[in-house]
T-cell receptor, first 112, second 114 residues
Framework: NAGVTQTPKFQVLKTGQSMTLQCAQDMNHEYMSWYRQDPGMGLRLIHYSVGAGITDQGEVPNGYNVSRSTTEDFPLRLLSAAPSQTSVYFC???????????FGSGTRLTVV | DAKTTQPPSMDCAEGRAANLPCNHSTISGNEYVYWYRQIHSQGPQYIIHGLKNNETNEMASLIITEDRKSSTLILPHATLRDTAVYYCIVRVRLSNFGNEKLTFGTGTRLTIIP
């Protein structure tokens, strides 16, 4: 098992550009989430999915879109990058509700 | 949301038991307590979780008080590799749809002293 794989690991964007952060898991997990972590702060939930075809918003969804066409993949799309979206992004997955989450190693995004 | 309160930092001598406290006085009856840790800038790592009873696994033990308003994570024999930020989290259900979130606070920065 590769676990939760995030790509790319680092990315620099210009303001207004769009891009997709990739997240894939090979553990047949139902639950997948995207979090962002700003310096000195805890993680904040962006979007969430409880299964293929089902997504919902978290605490800070503005400026981001997600889709879940397969169980394995949960990409996060930045529509028009802004400097406020400079952060470390973590994808996580969980088998079912009362199981622990497995996190990816993160994508460090800088918007200039 | 049930919120958690943790001390910002703690030190522990290598080889000793590290006891990390967490208060969650507004926790609801069906909400679980989870512990994660984050080593440097890596992704958080799941440690353990529980509802009412004490739990133990290969990494740690979780002691939850009878009234469920607080809990303690115990690392029985701390090593230098246990230096990390430890997060106590209540997994909150946002809707019947199934959405939920892990509410991460700022955690406890645990430093293991050689």
């Amino acid at each position: 098992n590769a676990g939760v794989t995030q790509t790319p690991k680092f990315q620099v964007l210009k303001t207004g550009q769009s891009m997709t952060l990739q997240c894939a898991q090979d553990m047949n997990h139902e639950y997948m989430s995207w979090y962002r972590q700003d310096p000195g702060m805890g993680l904040r939930l962006i979007h969430y999915s409880v299964g293929a075809g089902i997504t919902d918003q978290g605490e800070v969804p503005n400026g981001y879109n997600v889709s879940r066409s397969t169980t394995e993949d949960f990409p996060l799309r930045l529509l028009s990058a802004a400097p406020s979206q400079t952060s470390v992004y973590f994808c996580a997955s969980s088998y079912k509700r009362h199981y622990g989450y497995t996190f990816g190693s993160g994508t460090r995004l800088t918007v200039v | 949301d049930a919120k958690t309160t943790q001390p910002p930092s703690m030190d522990c001598a290598e080889g000793r038991a590290a006891n990390l406290p967490c208060n969650h006085s507004t926790i609801s009856g069906n909400e679980y307590v989870y512990w994660y840790r984050q080593i440097h800038s890596q992704g958080p790592q799941y440690i353990i979780h529980g509802l009412k009873n004490n739990e133990t696994n290969e990494m740690a033990s979780l002691i939850i008080t009878e009234d469920r308003k607080s809990s303690t994570l115990i690392l029985p024999h701390a090593t230098l590799r246990d230096t990390a930020v430890y997060y106590c989290i209540v997994r909150v259900r946002l809707s019947n749809f199934g959405n939920e979130k892990l509410t991460f606070g700022t955690g406890t920065r645990l430093t293991i002293i050689p």
